[in-house]
């Protein structure tokens, strides 16, 4: 491609469009996966295609680009793949009130973002993209859910579950954010339905123990959410028997379990507190207060779980029965509390006021006995009692739950079983997926109470032969939760196809191993819990399964902070939203990404109100114009990594061309540690120091004492290597630098430019001068300073020697080059 000449330079759009159809045409970005270099496996939270790309895609892809384009430089094949979590319920909503297929609104969105992406100059390997809701990607989601059921790792159960009415969907915990659904704002209540779990449980203790190997490699926030999220506790059983009521004895036949992490405190105990909607509570509720425990449940059910496990006295009832003490035989009451969740332990908890605060609260709540506060020796010792008379043993105790994939909605993979009356859950064939979705639109979409595919609308669909028997069946009507869809995603971008993916298997195993784990995955912290935690799961699972080697996914993680307008969370609804882009349509591609980085380091929020793209896109043309004057001096390119031994040299030291190499070279050592640190913002700040020392170099010429030659070639040098560097920030503005210096594109396969260790040391030195131990002056001397030269140097200090006056100088001790000491003495 040949530079337009200067009288003609093209437009901004102009110039991004003309290098968006180069690296197209091109295929620049993609993952060569020939072995000819070492490899490493970028990814990115994949996005949801609700609409076009927003302020917060905006700054993820600008950080991940860095990243992609820095390991680029230094000569990795890098895999950075794109692709969309394209099923989910706000399509579903949206094609309810449009009144069509929730498809049409998917790709359509997805055809925005795509143009947007590409747009915004991101070095994506578009040939490996995958969209979730396309049956060749989801019937391998459903050959995973198989391998779960085959595994018992996927099992039916009826449960209470938090139930949106408006949505009318099952929703996960997280998405009920103060007692109400996160989507439409309406409060949740509890229903009991028979849903399909995922066996996570069964993969607690590798899921925490195998965190060690993310030390220092994934944020310590995450991390901690992760083990908090899990939650081990190392304790005991307690077997309690029941007493009964006053007259009768209650439903319950066995002891009373509660698990304690402090068994040490249970002589201390007073009460037991059991969860309201936990089996126990039912069985040792006396008849008489069945009504109040009914209203409990319900209260505590559609309260939340946050909402319980706060402070303050909490809801309860006595349940009328009485549990004998296992130590000393004296009868602890048994109360149904609210703050006592049903999947914790057994579901009941030992109330010791003197030691919990929570169990104080509730105990000064309910007018029962704080009591003394005794205990015994330690928890070992208590452990040890309670197995020696058989009234408990050591046990360990998590707060992870299985996970609930059922959703009773239609935009979903199908759960890819049949029901016979005969044969029980019978799997759907390997060979027979994928299970596709009936085409239903519009009103057929309402959920009514229940999922879409159980309505008449999808009888065809649903009513089909049983796989085993050939008798009438049907197949289940839930679809899976988006979480499983992007669990395993990263696999599949592992391995190319004839069509882009394969279509024989979810991915190739060989391929797995050459490319994972994934060496940074970036995204947002909001999915520090649950995506990374399945997504782990999973990945432990196919290891299991042998079909990859890897027990972790992802071997670093960069959490970038949120886009904010004036101090608040984008919103249209407060009306300070930001249109990506209005954005890149006044400012361009190049300046809104540089923006972006240089607001802070990428863990830090950006408040959009506070940047300055217009400075960005000004420092781009200034880019440009020194481009432009290096290519006018008639100087010839020097390669993508010049020999800096032989390019200038005679650029001497104390010369302007010797200190503009010093800082162009000083520019690269330094900025492939900040890169290492993520510290991009840094690396922008130090290209623009180095784009003004280039300029006024160019300007002021080259001085008397100076080889013209290498004061030329110095400022050729220095606009190069700001090319290079920035093709990892802003990929327009580089790439036409690049070429305007006389370079073949693309400035993206550059390499990293070299750096001569000589000219990293310094020439000269600060040396302190001290009069009997305190500074009197500095002095520069150069850095090879012989001890008489620097003695003198400092004597000659006005400081010394006013320190000095009237005193005898005893010794004059020297450290070259960094340090003089004048001792004195009274005459």
Same mark, same amino acid.
């Given at each position: 491609?040949?530079?337009?000449?200067?009288?003609?330079?093209?437009?901004t759009a102009?110039?991004?469009?003309?290098?968006?159809?180069?690296?197209?045409?091109h295929?620049?970005?993609?993952?060569?996966?020939?072995?000819?270099r070492?490899?490493?496996?970028?990814?990115?939270?994949?996005?949801?295609?609700s609409?076009?790309?927003?302020?917060?895609?905006?700054?993820?892809?600008?950080?991940?680009?860095?990243?992609?384009?820095?390991?680029?430089?230094?000569?990795?094949?890098?895999?950075n793949?794109?692709?969309?979590d394209?099923?989910g319920?706000?399509?579903?909503?949206?094609?309810?009130?449009?009144?069509?297929?929730?498809?049409?609104?998917?790709?359509?969105?997805?055809?925005?973002?795509a143009?947007?992406?590409?747009r915004?100059?991101?070095s994506?390997?578009?040939?490996?993209?995958?969209?979730?809701?396309?049956?060749?990607?989801?019937?391998?989601t459903?050959?995973?859910?198989?391998?779960?059921?085959?595994?018992?790792?996927?099992?039916?159960?009826?449960?209470?579950?938090?139930?949106?009415?408006?949505?009318?969907?099952?929703?996960a915990?997280?998405?009920?954010?103060?007692?109400?659904?996160?989507?439409?704002?309406?409060?949740?209540?509890?229903?009991?339905?028979?849903?399909?779990?995922?066996?996570?449980?069964?993969?607690?203790?590798?899921?925490?123990?195998?965190?060690?190997?993310?030390?220092?490699?994934?944020?310590?926030?995450?991390?901690?959410?992760?083990?908090?999220?899990?939650?081990?506790?190392?304790?005991?059983?307690?077997?309690?028997?029941?007493?009964?009521?006053?007259?009768?004895?209650?439903?319950?036949?066995t002891?009373?379990?509660?698990?304690?992490?402090?068994?040490?405190?249970?002589?201390?105990?007073?009460?037991?507190?059991?969860?309201?909607?936990?089996?126990?509570?039912?069985?040792?509720?006396?008849?008489?207060?069945?009504?109040?425990l009914?209203?409990?449940?319900r209260?505590?059910?559609?309260?939340g779980?946050?909402?319980?496990s706060?402070?303050?006295?909490?809801?309860?009832?006595?349940?009328?029965?009485?549990?004998?003490?296992?130590?000393?035989g004296?009868?602890?009451?048994?109360?149904?509390?609210?703050?006592?969740?049903?999947?914790?332990?057994?579901?009941?908890?030992?109330?010791?006021?003197?030691?919990d605060?929570?169990?104080?609260?509730?105990?000064?709540?309910?007018?029962?006995?704080?009591?003394d506060?005794?205990?015994?020796?330690?928890?070992?010792?208590?452990?040890?009692?309670l197995?020696?008379?058989?009234?408990?043993?050591?046990?360990?105790?998590?707060?992870?739950?299985?996970?609930?994939?059922?959703?009773?909605?239609?935009?979903?993979?199908?759960?890819?079983?049949?029901?016979?009356a005969?044969?029980?859950?019978?799997?759907?064939?390997?060979?027979?997926l994928?299970?596709?979705?009936?085409?239903?639109?519009?009103?057929?979409?309402?959920?009514?109470?229940?999922?879409?595919?159980?309505?008449?609308?999808?009888?065809?669909?649903?009513?089909v032969p049983?796989?085993?028997c050939?008798?009438?069946?049907?197949?289940?009507?839930?679809?899976?939760?988006t979480?499983?869809?992007?669990?395993?995603?990263?696999?599949?971008?592992?391995?190319?196809?004839?069509?882009?993916?394969?279509?024989?298997?979810?991915?190739?195993?060989?391929?797995?191993?050459?490319?994972?784990?994934?060496?940074?995955?970036?995204?947002?912290?909001?999915?520090?819990?649950?995506?990374?935690?399945?997504?782990?799961?999973?990945?432990?699972?196919?290891h299991?399964?042998?079909?990859?080697?890897?027990?972790?996914?992802?071997?670093?993680?960069?959490?970038?902070?949120?886009?904010?307008?004036?101090?608040?969370?984008?919103s249209?609804?407060?009306?300070?939203?930001?249109?990506?882009?209005?954005?890149?349509?006044?400012w361009?591609?190049?300046?809104?990404?540089?923006?972006m980085?240089?607001?802070?380091?990428?863990e830090?929020?950006?408040d959009?109100?506070?940047?300055?793209?217009?400075?960005?896109?000004?420092?781009?043309?200034?880019?440009?114009?020194?481009?432009?004057?290096?290519?006018?001096?008639?100087?010839?390119?020097?390669?993508?990594?010049?020999?800096?031994?032989?390019?200038?040299?005679?650029?001497?030291?104390?010369?302007?061309a010797?200190?503009?190499?010093?800082?162009?070279?000083?520019?690269?050592?330094?900025?492939?540690?900040?890169?290492?640190?993520?510290?991009?913002?840094v690396?922008?700040?130090?290209?623009?120091?180095?784009?003004?020392?280039?300029?006024?170099?160019?300007?002021?010429?080259?001085?008397?004492?100076?080889?013209?030659?290498?004061?030329?070639a110095?400022?050729?040098?220095?606009?190069?290597?700001?090319?290079?560097?920035?093709?990892?920030?802003?990929?327009?503005?580089?790439?036409?630098?690049?070429?305007?210096?006389?370079?073949?594109?693309?400035v993206?396969?550059?390499?990293?430019?070299?750096?001569?260790?000589?000219?990293?040391?310094? %020439?000269?030195?600060? =040396?302190?001068?001290? $009069?009997d131990?305190?500074? +009197? !002056? *500095?002095? @520069? &001397?150069?850095a090879? /300073?012989?001890?008489?030269?620097?003695? %003198?140097?400092?004597? =000659?200090?006005?400081? $010394?020697?006013?320190a000095? +006056? !009237? *005193?005898? @100088? &005893?010794?004059?001790? /020297?450290?070259?080059?960094?340090?003089?000491?004048?001792?004195t003495?009274?005459?």
């Amino acid at each position: 491609m040949d530079a337009p000449p200067p009288t003609t330079r093209p437009s901004t759009a102009e110039v991004e469009d003309r290098w968006q159809r180069y690296w197209s045409e091109h295929d620049t970005f993609r993952a060569r996966d020939d072995g000819t270099r070492p490899r490493r496996y970028l990814l990115t939270m994949f996005p949801y295609p609700s609409g076009d790309l927003h302020m917060g895609h905006a700054e993820v892809f600008a950080l991940e680009d860095v990243v992609a384009r820095y390991w680029r430089l230094r000569g990795y094949d890098v895999l950075n793949p794109i692709g969309w979590d394209s099923f989910g319920l706000p399509a579903e909503n949206a094609a309810i009130r449009r009144g069509e297929n929730p498809a049409v609104f998917t790709e359509t969105n997805i055809a925005t973002q795509a143009a947007t992406a590409r747009r915004y100059g991101v070095s994506f390997d578009w040939s490996r993209r995958l969209e979730t809701h396309r049956p060749e990607y989801y019937r391998w989601t459903q050959w995973l859910f198989l391998r779960l059921l085959e595994h018992d790792l996927a099992y039916r159960a009826t449960a209470p579950v938090n139930w949106c009415p408006q949505d009318r969907t099952v929703l996960a915990n997280e998405q009920v954010v103060g007692g109400r659904c996160e989507r439409c704002g309406t409060p949740v209540v509890q229903r009991e339905l028979t849903q399909w779990f995922v066996r996570v449980t069964a993969y607690a203790d590798r899921l925490l123990d195998d965190m060690a190997a993310l030390e220092g490699a994934w944020p310590e926030r995450v991390l901690a959410m992760q083990r908090h999220w899990i939650g081990r506790s190392e304790g005991a059983r307690v077997r309690f028997d029941v007493a009964g009521y006053e007259d009768a004895a209650p439903a319950a036949s066995t002891p009373v379990t509660v698990f304690t992490t402090r068994p040490d405190t249970l002589p201390g105990a007073t009460f037991l507190a059991v969860a309201p909607e936990s089996p126990v509570a039912a069985a040792l509720c006396a008849p008489d207060r069945a009504d109040a425990l009914v209203a409990l449940c319900r209260d505590a059910r559609d309260a939340g779980e946050i909402a319980r496990s706060g402070p303050g006295g909490g809801r309860g009832v006595f349940l009328g029965a009485w549990a004998v003490h296992p130590v000393t035989g004296a009868r602890l009451p048994v109360w149904a509390a609210d703050y006592v969740l049903p999947g914790y332990g057994t579901g009941v908890v030992l109330g010791v006021p003197a030691h919990d605060e929570r169990d104080a609260a509730f105990a000064r709540a309910h007018g029962l006995s704080v009591g003394d506060g005794a205990t015994w020796p330690s928890v070992e010792d208590a452990t040890g009692r309670l197995e020696a008379t058989g009234h408990g043993e050591r046990a360990t105790s998590y707060r992870l739950r299985d996970w609930l994939v059922s959703r009773q909605r239609y935009w979903g993979a199908p759960v890819p079983v049949v029901h016979c009356a005969t044969c029980g859950v019978v799997p759907v064939p390997d060979d027979e997926l994928p299970v596709r979705l009936p085409d239903l639109a519009g009103d057929d979409l309402l959920p009514r109470g229940r999922s879409p595919l159980a309505s008449p609308a999808a009888d065809a669909w649903r009513r089909v032969p049983c796989p085993r028997c050939g008798a009438n069946a049907e197949r289940d009507p839930d679809t899976l939760d988006t979480f499983v869809d992007s669990s395993w995603y990263f696999l599949r971008y592992c391995s190319p196809g004839s069509s882009g993916l394969p279509d024989d298997v979810p991915f190739r195993p060989d391929d797995a191993r050459r490319w994972m784990p994934a060496a940074q995955y970036v995204g947002g912290v909001e999915h520090a819990i649950l995506h990374l935690l399945y997504s782990r799961f999973v990945t432990k699972v196919l290891h299991d399964l042998g079909w990859v080697d890897v027990v972790e996914p992802f071997a670093t993680l960069l959490n970038q902070g949120q886009v904010l307008y004036g101090g608040r969370a984008m919103s249209k609804s407060l009306g300070n939203g930001v249109e990506l882009g209005g954005q890149l349509d006044r400012w361009g591609v190049d300046a809104v990404r540089l923006a972006m980085v240089f607001a802070g380091p990428p863990e830090d929020d950006v408040d959009w109100a506070d940047v300055d793209p217009a400075a960005m896109r000004r420092f781009c043309d200034r880019v440009l114009r020194l481009a432009d004057a290096v290519a006018a001096s008639g100087t010839s390119p020097t390669g993508p990594a010049p020999d800096s031994r032989g390019i200038t040299p005679d650029a001497r030291p104390g010369t302007r061309a010797h200190a503009l190499r010093r800082a162009t070279h000083r520019t690269v050592h330094d900025a492939e540690d900040l890169l290492e640190r993520s510290r991009f913002n840094v690396v922008v700040a130090r290209l623009m120091e180095l784009v003004n020392a280039a300029r006024r170099a160019e300007a002021d010429g080259h001085g008397r004492d100076e080889n013209a030659a290498a004061h030329t070639a110095a400022v050729r040098e220095a606009a190069e290597t700001v090319a290079v560097l920035l093709g990892m920030f802003a990929p327009y503005t580089a790439e036409e630098a690049w070429e305007r210096l006389g370079h073949a594109p693309s400035v993206a396969d550059a390499g990293w430019p070299r750096v001569d260790p000589t000219l990293l040391v310094d %020439d000269t030195v600060e =040396a302190v001068v001290q $009069v009997d131990g305190r500074v +009197r !002056g *500095r002095v @520069v &001397v150069p850095a090879d /300073v012989d001890d008489a030269t620097l003695r %003198d140097r400092a004597l =000659a200090l006005p400081g $010394v020697s006013r320190a000095a +006056r !009237g *005193r005898e @100088v &005893v010794r004059v001790v /020297v450290r070259a080059p960094r340090l003089v000491n004048v001792v004195t003495r009274a005459t």
